[in-house]
């Protein structure tokens, strides 16, 4: 029924859309899995529209016989609308599938918007905006979507846009570049910094890796910089820059973003076109993702910058993101932070998107972001307790014949809680090589400031140490806090442990461990004599 209801409502939008015989139609007969009644009922629906004597024939000519039923519209408004459905749409839907048939009726709602602009951008005050706004059907029909079946969808993607305009237009600004470019970001993410595509571009601003490289972002096992709303947007911002000094039309740029500019390049020297709006009118100049693109930034901003005008009164704007900003001289556990600085892990996560394990990276220095007023304690906190307090996590590389529940056991934690903090769903999913975040304690014992009788905004609750379990005795990191690691001037590296963790045992810097025994690199074998002070 919904099928059917959309095929009407094609029809009814679709007056006047003119169309293109295919030969091959004429050509070809009937397929062989067509029975002669199926036949002749298509091709009486056709002929009584006056579509010559095209029939449905192979896959090759379906999708013609089912364009000229949909391009003659209201012409088979009354009597024939359900011939249409059961006839038509049933027969190639089981020839093509459910997602062929909707690609086609989707393309068929596209052109018949552009055959009947509504010219919105014409009706915009251009003063309001710092990018350049152009009518084109293609602007109309995004702005369509947006405000029909994507309303759900945009309304939230506004919600968040409330949260972090504050802090990307100014950076934009800084930059050189329109603010209103923050468009950008809201058609490439929904202004969500979990957002990956399968072109493995990840964050606010969708950067692949070796864009973002190029532009100055960090990625390892510990970070990704295209995740930070703040980096991204920097690097966005030069990004769109230096494409603009190289076409000096930001509609090109845009283009370019989306495709790459050599291949923008490539499509204006072909088809001789001046800027992107010449190159619309070639199907094969680029690819349609990258055709659309273009409107589809105009279609979003027209709508945000205007939401009164097309309904979008019920946003719920996302509280704005307040922080204070403090350095940590090596890794540091988000858990151990958020208790510390009386907040949640997962406010710690949206302040610090870029960090992808809950904690810092170890062996160097991080800024970190935490709720606004609290930096004074936290500083204190952090220079009252040793390295080995600061977390409760060991780094480890999947080996042959590991299981969760082996890796767990050998380093004093859960099967649960290894999978919990490395999204691992299922025990199938360890692979050889895998690098894994161990969280040896649950949950993170804190060492408080000093004892006050009350918690207060800026003051911790003073916190009771648990006592050593005999478990914990024989591994000092099981409770980090409750027993110190003994004293030692070397070490023997046993299988599993890596320098960062062996560093972290012993309190000592990475870096010094490495030059303390000479070693160009981290890699340590099990067996080897280090020395540690």
Not at 29 to 53: C, N, Q
Not at 251 to 274: D, K, M, T
Request: aromatic share 8%.
């Amino acid at each position: 029924m919904a099928l059917r209801a959309h095929l009407s409502l094609l029809m009814m939008a679709m007056v006047g859309l003119s169309w293109a015989p295919n030969a091959r139609a004429q050509e070809e007969g009937l397929p062989d899995d067509a029975t002669p009644e199926e036949g002749d009922a298509i091709r009486d629906i056709l002929i009584s529209a006056s579509v010559d004597d095209a029939v449905v024939v192979t896959e090759a000519t379906a999708e013609h016989a089912l364009l000229q039923v949909l391009r003659h519209g209201p012409a088979f408004e009354r009597d024939v609308r359900s011939d249409i459905a059961t006839l038509v749409s049933n027969h190639l839907q089981s020839a093509r599938g459910d997602e062929w048939l909707s690609k086609v009726v989707e393309r068929e709602l596209v052109r018949a918007m552009q055959k009947n602009p509504k010219h919105e951008a014409q009706h915009v005050e251009v003063a309001a905006f710092d990018i350049p706004v152009r009518d084109h059907p293609l602007v109309d029909a995004y702005i369509d979507y947006f405000t029909g079946r994507g309303r759900e969808h945009f309304t939230k993607w506004l919600g968040r846009l409330d949260r972090y305009k504050p802090l990307m237009e100014p950076i934009l600004v800084a930059n050189g570049v329109p603010k209103d470019l923050i468009h950008v970001a809201l058609i490439e993410s929904g202004m969500s910094a979990g957002a990956y595509s399968r072109a493995a571009a990840c964050g606010y601003w969708q950067f692949i890796k070796s864009t973002g490289a190029m532009y100055g972002m960090r990625m390892d096992f510990w970070v990704d910089e295209r995740r930070d709303f703040l980096t991204a947007t920097a690097a966005a911002s030069r990004y769109m820059r230096d494409l603009y000094r190289e076409f000096g039309d930001w509609h090109l740029a845009w283009a370019s973003y989306n495709a790459g500019s050599g291949r923008v390049n490539r499509a204006l020297a072909r088809f001789n076109a001046s800027d992107f709006w010449g190159l619309l009118e070639y199907d094969r100049s680029l690819a349609k993702e990258t055709r659309h693109y273009v409107p589809k930034i105009i279609a979003a901003a027209i709508i945000a910058k205007d939401r009164a005008r097309f309904g979008f009164t019920n946003v719920v704007s996302e509280s704005p993101l307040v922080w204070d900003d403090v350095e940590v001289p090596d890794a540091v556990d988000l858990r151990a932070v958020a208790k510390v600085v009386h907040s949640s892990v997962e406010q710690l996560r949206e302040l610090n998107p870029a960090y992808l394990h809950d904690v810092t990276p170890p062996g160097r220095r991080s800024k970190l972001r935490i709720p606004t007023g609290t930096a004074p304690i936290f500083v204190a906190w952090l220079e009252s307790v040793p390295a080995s307090e600061r977390l409760t996590y060991q780094h480890y590389k999947v080996q042959k014949g590991d299981t969760l529940s082996t890796i767990a056991k050998r380093y004093g934690s859960t099967s649960n809680a290894i999978s919990e903090f490395n999204r691992i769903r299922s025990a199938k999913a360890l692979r050889i090589g895998m690098d894994l975040i161990i969280p040896t304690v649950r949950a993170a014992n804190v060492r408080s400031m000093p004892a006050v009788s009350q918690a207060t905004p800026d003051k911790p609750k003073a916190q009771v140490r648990p006592e050593p379990t005999a478990k914990s005795r024989r591994n000092p990191m099981v409770v980090a806090s409750a027993k110190k690691p003994a004293v030692k001037k070397h070490h023997v590296v046993k299988r599993g442990e890596s320098l960062w963790s062996i560093a972290q045992q012993y309190g000592v810097a990475m870096d010094d461990l490495k030059l303390r025994n000479g070693l160009r690199s981290t890699q340590v074998n099990a067996g080897a004599k280090l020395k540690i002070f």
